[in-house]
């Protein structure tokens, strides 16, 4: 709501973030004292999944908006005396929203961008999920770029390259291997794709690309 952006002003912090849920839960002067204290005790335990999986959309988008959709149709379930959050059903509709928003980070990606991650894909399947750096990936797209003829000078530019991982990383579509990394030159660090194999391939599906980078994607992704 508009109150909500109002106190809160910029994007909030996940403590924020966490207040802002349990207020959409629970409208003040809507909600009875059990059902209050039953979300406070909900999102306060630390070790619970679904405060795990709320982080993690926060994480990748901090929207506001995002986190109503999440909430506003919770599924809830008769237990005792009074209904609670079907908790396993609260953390599907999560890891749903969770890839609908990484979706949509991919459909609105740049042709290098694509590139990269398509690269990144095919070192992960080639590799068994093993590690890999820029270096690899550029690797892996020059290699794309001689069979497509020998077109070597295409590559990108090397700080546009390294722009768009950290786009990645950002996105949370990468995840880099530790922070202990952080004097690694960037082209070494170590990283993993952070989006599952078969999800990455559904969302390419409804990509518009040039018709080689398509072919390469379906290559890879074996569509």
């Not at 890839?99 to 690269?119: N, W």
């Not at 550029?138 to 786009?167: C, S, T």
């Not at 794709?193 to 980078?213: A, E, G, Q, R």
């Amino acid at each position: 709501s508009s109150g909500i952006n109002a106190e809160y002003g910029g994007p909030p912090t996940f403590d924020e973030y966490v207040s802002i849920a349990k207020e959409i839960l629970c409208p003040k002067n809507e909600s009875s004292v059990a059902w209050r204290t039953y979300v406070d005790d909900l999102f306060d335990s630390s070790n619970y999944k679904i405060k795990v999986y709320l982080e993690r959309v926060y994480n990748f988008n901090r929207s506001i908006a995002l986190l109503k959709n999440c909430l506003t149709w919770v599924p809830l379930k008769m237990d005792s005396s009074m209904q609670k959050i079907d908790t396993d059903a609260f953390e599907e509709k999560l890891i749903e929203v969770f890839k609908d928003s990484k979706a949509a980070v991919i459909q609105s990606m740049s042709r290098l961008e694509c590139c990269i991650l398509i690269a990144m894909a095919r070192l992960s399947t080639k590799h068994a999920n093993q590690p890999f750096n820029l270096e690899m990936v550029l690797h892996e797209y020059k290699e794309f770029l001689a069979f497509e003829g020998g077109k070597i000078n295409a590559l990108p530019n090397h700080d546009l390259a390294v722009q768009a991982l950290e786009k990645m990383v950002k996105s949370q579509l990468v995840r880099t291997l530790s922070s202990r990394q952080s004097k690694v030159q960037k082209d070494y660090k170590l990283m993993y794709l952070n989006i599952d194999i078969m999800d990455l391939t559904n969302i390419f599906k409804t990509c518009t690309l040039p018709s080689s980078i398509q072919k390469w994607a379906q290559s890879v992704l074996t569509f």
